[in-house]
């Protein structure tokens, strides 16, 4: 309230320190000023609040009942601009949140019950869409995103990065043969959604794209990632769909000098800096303590993403 005196509050400020230069000295007015300003008030309620001498000011029988009522409401104000300050430092409230559908359910899903037992007056709206949605124009406060947004303008905070290599089962290896060099792979069963075909990888030699001929089309990451477990084909999987299936050995990664760009990461984005509500930051934060630097997903696959020549 200091940083932006009122009348009133100078008025106050008189009483308490005993004079117009004692209360100028304490809020870095001048006596002038000081005596200005209540002057203006004065003028305002049409009534005189004090009685000047030469050596002192007094209030007069209506500047006290005045000052009694100006205390009540400069508390008031104090009272409410502390609740509001501190309902700024807690996470309440409605969370909106859209994530991509395998995601949200495999690493976020099963994490929200450590942030609602500590923030208690928290609600989080998760809807699961693999479709990139109007952030503002849908209502959300924040989109969990697996993309490359090294060039966008969005607002985006990086929380982990994605490896996506290229895999299959055993069984299926066994029986159609283990890709030697990148251009046996049109000789493969190929699995991808509609949106990712063409695969576009990083190999030794640079950038190399393949195209897709799926016998199997879908719109689903998570009915390609069943096909790949079932032995249909070879697919271009995240390490964090099938991280334990490749620890595990039910997933194989095929041509592993190929894989996908490491610029794709998993952001946080959201509309704007300025302002971040609490719940938003809390959110955000236990997000990203939760995935480190090196996500769980990835543990135990480090030996995968060692940089290859020209990735």
């Given at each position: 309230m200091i940083g932006n005196l009122g009348d009133l509050e100078i008025f106050a400020r008189i009483v308490t320190a005993g004079g117009l230069s004692a209360a100028g000295r304490e809020l870095?007015?001048?006596?002038?000023?000081?005596?200005k300003r209540v002057q203006r008030l004065e003028e305002r309620l049409g009534t005189r609040l004090f009685q000047r001498t030469t050596r002192k000011v007094t209030l007069t029988e209506a500047g006290q009942g005045f000052y009694d009522r100006v205390v009540a409401i400069l508390a008031s104000v104090e009272e409410a601009e502390s609740q509001l300050a501190r309902r700024s430092s807690e996470a309440r409230g409605l969370l909106?949140?859209?994530a991509p559908t395998s995601f949200g359910r495999l690493h976020i899903a099963p994490h929200l019950g450590p942030l609602l037992d500590t923030n208690p007056e928290l609600t989080v709206d998760l809807e699961l869409s693999d479709a990139f949605v109007d952030i503002v124009g849908d209502g959300f406060d924040i989109a969990i995103r697996i993309a490359d947004l090294t060039d966008s303008s969005?607002?985006?905070r990086r929380l982990a990065p994605v490896?996506?290599?290229l895999c299959a089962t055993p069984a299926y290896l066994a029986r159609a043969g283990m890709p030697k060099n990148f251009a046996d792979l049109a000789d493969h069963v190929l699995l991808a959604t509609h949106g990712q075909d063409p695969w576009r990888l990083q190999g030794?030699?640079?950038?190399?794209?393949?195209?897709?001929?799926?016998?199997l089309r879908t719109n689903s990451n998570e009915v390609v990632r069943e096909a790949v477990l079932a032995g249909v084909g070879i697919a271009l999987r995240s390490t964090w769909d099938v991280?334990?299936?490749l620890n595990s050995g039910a997933l194989q990664v095929v041509l592993p000098?190929?894989?996908?760009?490491?610029r794709v990461g998993v952001y946080a984005v959201y509309p704007s800096r300025r302002f971040l509500p609490q719940k938003v930051r809390v959110f955000i934060d236990h997000l990203a303590q939760l995935y480190g630097?090196?996500?769980?997903?990835d543990a135990g696959l480090e030996h995968l993403f060692e940089p290859q020549t020209g990735a």
């Open positions: 870095g007015l001048s006596p002038p000023v000081v005596s909106r949140v859209s969005l607002v985006a490896h996506r290599v030794p030699d640079g950038p190399v794209t393949q195209r897709v001929h799926s016998p991280g334990p299936e000098a190929y894989r996908a760009s490491h630097s090196v996500p769980p997903w």
